[in-house]
């Protein structure tokens, strides 16, 4: 069971940290901490953008419209802290 244990918790481990990344981005662009008219930055936006979308998107259609806050990364980051550290290891090791 390790042998499936193992590669599972190190990919929401690392789901977790670029959510965190993403989340930590989104505040400082909000901010004008950060500039999307920057080269770089921006195509760190957007491809953070396009890695986490398809995550984000079904839970944007169960959830009710909150226009100027988007809930869709703190339910992720609450549905992988879940299966991180609660269902994984029940259904693993029982």
């Known amino acids: ?3 499936i244990y193992g590669p599972l918790k190190l990919i929401l481990d690392v789901a977790f940290f670029i959510m965190i990344a993403h989340i930590i981005m989104s505040w400082l662009i909000n901010f004008q901490v950060l500039n ?9 936006w957007e ?13 944007r259609n169960i959830l009710p419209d909150t226009r ?5 990364p703190l339910v992720a980051i609450i549905i992988v802290i879940s299966l991180r550290d609660f269902i994984l290891p029940t259904l693993l090791f029982g």
Not at 68 to 72: G, H
């Open 1 to 3: 069971m390790m042998a």
């Open 36 to 44: 999307l008219r920057q080269q770089f930055v921006a195509s760190i």
């Open 47 to 59: 491809g953070l953008n396009r890695l986490l979308e398809p995550i984000y998107q079904p839970i």
């Open 68 to 72: 100027p806050l988007d809930l869709a």
